[in-house]
């Protein structure tokens, strides 16, 4: 990931660019518990940050995220496969809060 852990609070959410890119959510001690991509960090993040839908993040409660930005749809999609996989290789299992690895077949 091109940046290191940032606390995952909304002045620093607000900072982030509007890009899209990939992002890892971690709890308090720096472990990913999701991973995902998006088209605009800044709105997804907010969305996570202010009112997550998903049971899991809701449950977990990150506390540090990291990102990079990508330009291309298919240049996120399979840089989030390998975070993904770097993750289950390390610790034999998917991030708490991803439930599949992506298929990039098809995207540009």
Not at 5 to 24: C, H, K, M, Q, T
Request: glycine share 4%; with cysteine; net charge positive.
């Amino acid at each position: 990931m091109s940046t290191g852990w940032i606390a995952f609070n909304r002045s620093n959410v607000d900072n982030l660019p509007s890009s899209a890119g990939v992002y890892e959510l971690g709890n308090a001690d720096r472990v990913v518990v999701y991973v995902g991509r998006t088209d605009n960090l800044k709105r997804r993040l907010n969305e996570h940050l202010n009112n997550p839908t998903d049971p899991c993040i809701k449950r977990v409660k990150p506390s540090y995220f990291r990102y990079e930005t990508c330009v291309w749809e298919r240049q996120c999609c399979e840089r989030e496969r390998q975070l993904i996989l770097q993750h289950q290789s390390a610790y034999r299992k998917l991030p708490e809060c991803n439930d599949k690895v992506p298929d990039c077949t098809g995207l540009r």
